[in-house]
C-alpha cells in the first residue's frame, strides 16, 4: 500500500506569494494530521480533520494559515501570504482506529518550505 | 493537557554498543498509547516502536525495545547492536485513545552512532 503521499517535497518562495502543501491520506485512513517542525519549537500540531471535519484547528498559528480537506482522500494546508518565518517541513499524517495498527499514526515524507 | 519530556538533547553511542534514550511524560488517562519514532537527515518521520498502556509486557521489534514503568510514567528506548543507520533524532510521542486524538511529541534527542 502507498504511504502518506505529500506534495511538493521541496519549495522556494518569496515572502508574500501564496504556497499550497498537499497531502494524499492512506486509503482508508479518516483522520487527517498537518503537523510543522522548526528548529525552534519542534514538531508542532497545525490541525486535524476526522472523517473530513476538522476537530482541532488551535495550532494553526494566524489568519494566514488554511486547511480543507474536501474528500477522504485530499487535503490542502494554504499559507497566504507566506513570511520567511513559515520556513519550516510540514509533514502531514493519517490514521484509522480500525485494524491492527490501532492508533499509529503515519507519517508522509514532509514539504520542505522555504520562504526567502 | 498532556506533556512528553526527552530531557537528553544528545547521546552518543559506540557501533554495537546498546543505548537507551529516555522519556517521561503525564497523563491522567488511564489508557493511552506510546510511540518512538526515528527522524532520520532525511527528515521522514518513522515508527520504531508502539506501546498499548493497557498491556504491561514491554514492545519489542528486533534490535528495539522499550522499559514502560507505567506508575512512572516512563518510556525509554533501549536499541541494541547499534548500527550506523541508527543514526538519527527519536521521538517520544503520547496519543490518547479514542478515534479524535492527536499526538503529541517530545522536543526529540539526536543519537550519533561512533564507528
Known amino acids: 500500500d502507498a504511504g502518506v503521499i505529500q506534495s511538493p517535497r521541496h519549495e522556494v518562495t518569496e515572502m508574500g506569494q501564496e504556497v499550497t502543501l498537499r497531502c494524499k491520506p492512506i486509503?482508508?485512513?479518516?483522520?487527517l494530521f498537518w503537523y510543522r517542525q522548526t528548529m525552534m519549537r519542534g514538531l508542532e500540531l497545525l490541525i486535524y480533520f476526522n472523517n473530513n471535519v476538522p476537530i482541532d484547528d488551535s495550532g494553526m498559528p494566524e489568519d494566514r494559515f488554511s486547511a480543507k480537506m474536501p474528500n477522504a482522500s485530499f487535503s490542502t494546508l494554504k499559507i497566504q501570504p507566506s513570511e520567511p518565518r513559515d520556513s519550516a517541513v510540514y509533514f502531514c499524517?493519517?490514521?484509522?482506529?480500525?485494524?491492527?495498527?490501532?492508533?499509529?499514526?503515519?507519517f508522509g515524507e514532509g514539504s520542505w518550505l522555504t520562504v526567502v | 493537557a498532556q506533556t512528553v519530556t526527552q530531557s537528553q538533547p544528545e547521546m552518543s553511542v559506540q557501533e554495537a554498543e546498546t543505548v537507551t534514550l529516555s522519556c517521561t511524560y503525564d497523563t491522567s488517562e488511564s489508557d493511552y498509547y506510546l510511540f518512538w519514532y526515528k527522524q532520520p537527515p532525511s527528515r521522514q518521520m518513522i515508527l520504531v516502536i508502539r506501546?498499548?498502556?493497557?498491556?504491561?509486557q514491554n514492545a519489542t521489534e528486533n534490535r528495539f525495545s522499550v522499559n514502560f514503568q507505567k506508575a512512572a510514567k516512563s518510556f525509554s528506548l533501549k536499541i541494541s547492536d547499534s548500527q550506523l543507520g541508527d543514526a538519527a533524532m527519536y521521538f517520544c510521542a503520547y496519543r490518547s485513545t479514542g478515534a479524535n486524538s492527536k499526538l503529541t511529541f517530545g522536543k526529540g534527542i539526536t543519537l550519533s552512532v561512533r564507528p
Open positions: 486509503s482508508g485512513h479518516n483522520s
Open positions: 506501546q498499548e498502556a493497557y498491556k504491561q
Open positions: 499524517a493519517s490514521n484509522t482506529v480500525e485494524g491492527g495498527t490501532g492508533n499509529t499514526i503515519y
